[in-house]
């Protein structure tokens, strides 16, 4: 059971099941770092939408087994459960997201009771739900009810991303989660003019608000500027483990860094344990371990 002390992170967005050919696997970034800020003895809370089918009954069952709070899972009679189809090509993996899922319709009504009622101290979004009207409707809502911290965890896939979605989530957003790709796509698409990744990230700092942009460069680790133009950077971790695979290596990043925002660790702090953890993750299969006892380690050295 959650301790009613534990800091509360409202996470909106997509919680769906990953088709692969052999099996089927729970995620959506809100839900995989969600699962991991549950572990590490926070409390998330899951925004989001199911449908009523056999996936939202072992969806609950999974959350259930977590130990996570269900309040924010609202239910859709009309729409199925998200779903997307993982394609291998190589060592690297397509996500085909089909579209019309319950996730793209979130109740604004609902959700800002919700927010109301678990005053969170972090919220978390990305951008793949807001390509719906309804669900940017709830998401604006979500933001008109609370003053805490918002961190953008962009996620661009097409085709189901446009600038005016964009340019929306990062006047929202305190702090801008992204990737080096995903940086490039925000280069071409609000034609910064510098072919250097910090002037295009201090130029978003400074057209949008932002107090910080994280940027996770995969092998290479990770960098982040703040509003008053310092940088700290992490070097990639080396592993004597086989890399498996990369799924959700960058939202354990983006939790274990808000992991580090609530518990008012540095950046100097923050970044290489969760370039470590994210490190991990690429030697396991899939985006969340089979057991809490990977956790212990972690929660063991820092303490938490």
């Not at 409202?10 to 995620?27: H, M, P, S, Y």
């Not at 999974?62 to 997307?84: F, N």
């Not at 130029?203 to 133009?229: H, K, M, P």
Request: proline share 5%.
């Amino acid at each position: 059971m959650t301790s009613i002390q534990a800091e509360t992170v409202l996470l909106f967005g997509e919680v769906l099941a990953d088709i692969f050919d052999d099996r089927k696997v729970f995620g959506g970034a809100p839900f995989n770092v969600a699962r991991h800020l549950q572990a590490f003895g926070l409390h998330p809370v899951l925004i989001t939408r199911i449908g009523n089918d056999e996936l939202r009954r072992e969806l609950l069952a999974v959350i259930k087994d977590a130990g996570m709070d269900d309040v924010g899972i609202q239910l859709d009679v009309s729409h199925p459960t998200g779903q997307v189809m993982v394609h291998m090509e190589g060592r690297k993996h397509r996500f085909e997201i089909l579209p019309e899922q319950a996730y793209d319709y979130i109740h604004a009504g609902i959700t800002h009771m919700i927010t109301l009622a678990v005053r969170p101290q972090l919220i978390y979004f990305g951008t793949l739900a807001q390509r719906s009207a309804k669900s940017a409707q709830a998401l604006g809502a979500l933001i008109r009810s609370s003053n805490a911290p918002r961190l953008l965890d962009i996620n661009l896939r097409k085709p189901w991303y446009d600038v005016p979605t964009i340019e929306r989530s990062l006047r929202r957003a305190n702090l801008l989660k992204i990737n080096l790709e995903e940086m490039e796509i925000l280069t071409s698409l609000f034609r910064l003019s510098s072919k250097n990744p910090i002037q295009n990230a201090d130029a978003l700092i400074r057209c949008f608000g932002l107090d910080s942009v994280l940027v996770t460069c995969g092998e290479q680790g990770a960098w982040q500027l703040d509003n008053e133009g310092k940088i700290e950077s992490v070097e990639g971790s080396a592993s004597s483990q086989p890399l498996v695979d990369t799924v959700g290596a960058g939202d354990g990043f983006a939790a274990v860094y808000i992991l580090g925002i609530l518990r008012g660790w540095p950046a100097t702090l923050t970044l290489p344990r969760a370039n470590i953890f994210a490190a991990a993750l690429c030697e396991i299969r899939g985006a969340i371990p089979d057991s809490p006892d990977f956790y212990e380690p972690f929660i063991r050295d820092w303490k938490i």
